[in-house]
């Protein structure tokens, strides 16, 4: 057992799900954004009678080298050296920064890199308890996203592990942009979002497929939406799927409009879980958004989320 393993859980049956104190901590305290929220999900995990499934694992911060893959050069420089003028830090928001910013969006990225390559290396579903930056573009960062770590991981997956095909299967409410347009003339991937055609962005870029959805769908019209999306998904055949699980399309949700219950949510889940272990597709979960008023509809959420994926994971063994 290696020192960054927090958890006592060793077999290959764990759900291996990557997770570090900065991802609440790197957040200054008076931004607008729910930083706690990372905090308070481990521990509910570590409350819960499933936790002895899961291994939580430290992530060690990503190398310059594996963000150029989806990255300008220019941009990622003038990130890791502080000197993003003041509009471009506007428009990721997460504002006011402090130094710590670096330290926990390497992290973070470094997270999703390790869970994706031990979901190639080992089969099953891994997870990051963070990220899902999909409004992270090539050459600037938007919406609380600074790196797109779902387009890095995608092309790392094939330039690295030799994976062949990648899909991004993206059931946040908000589109993932900056994941389509990274990825748009890449062929060895496939990009599919199910959104909210009213939200953010406002301005749509073009994914592969784009499933969008009429705003207050509501549970059964978002569920066909997932359907078809992840039919999209296996139909490509892919050796990885690439998760985006945010579960700001609840109904409480301060920044979603679908109107999706709980349960909902957690069909949607077990949906993608279900067809990807009857595929025997490595999965990576990529946490993704959750801003609900109180937060703990996002957080009983996202519980379900990582216990039922733990659950998951243990049946493909
Ligand atoms: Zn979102």
Redesign the pocket.
């Known amino acids: 057992m290696t020192s960054n393993e927090l958890s006592n859980a060793s077999a290959n049956q764990s759900f291996n799900l990557w997770y570090h104190p900065l991802y609440t901590d790197g957040i200054h305290v008076e931004a607008r954004f729910p930083r706690e929220r990372y905090q308070i999900l481990l521990n509910r995990l570590k409350d819960s009678e499933q936790f002895h499934m899961f291994a939580i694992r430290e992530p060690r911060q990503i190398s310059k080298d594996s963000l150029l893959l989806a990255h300008d050069a220019t941009y990622v420089e003038e990130f890791l050296e502080q000197k993003l003028s003041e509009k471009e830090m506007r428009r990721i928001g997460l504002t006011p920064w402090t130094p710590k910013m670096i330290e926990r969006t390497l992290c973070l990225t470094g997270g999703a890199l390790e869970a994706t390559i031990h979901a190639v290396n080992h089969g099953g579903i891994t997870g990051n308890m963070a990220g899902g930056t999909h409004h992270a573009h090539r050459d600037f960062g938007s919406g609380y996203c600074i790196f797109n770590d779902l387009a890095i991981c995608a092309m790392y997956a094939i330039e690295e592990l030799g994976v062949k095909r990648v899909a991004i299967l993206d059931l946040?409410?908000?589109q993932g942009d900056g994941t389509a347009t990274i990825l748009s003339n890449e062929a060895r991937t496939r990009t599919i979002s199910v959104h909210c055609s009213t939200n953010f962005p406002f301005r749509k870029s073009v994914s592969d497929f784009d499933l969008p959805v009429e705003p207050k769908a509501g549970d059964e019209l978002f569920m066909e939406k997932v359907r078809e999306a992840v039919e999209l998904c296996v139909d490509f055949q892919p050796e990885l799927v690439l998760y985006q699980a945010?579960v700001?399309g609840l109904e409480q949700d301060h920044?979603?409009k679908l109107c999706v219950s709980r349960k909902g949510m957690q069909e949607r889940n077990q949906y993608v879980f279900e067809k990807m272990l009857k595929n025997r597709i490595p999965t990576v979960i990529f946490m993704?958004?959750g801003y609900s008023k109180p937060i703990e509809h996002s957080l009983d959420s996202f519980y379900d989320l990582f216990i039922d994926a733990s659950i998951w994971n243990k049946r493909w063994s």
């Open positions: 946040d409410v908000h945010g700001d920044l979603g993704g958004g």
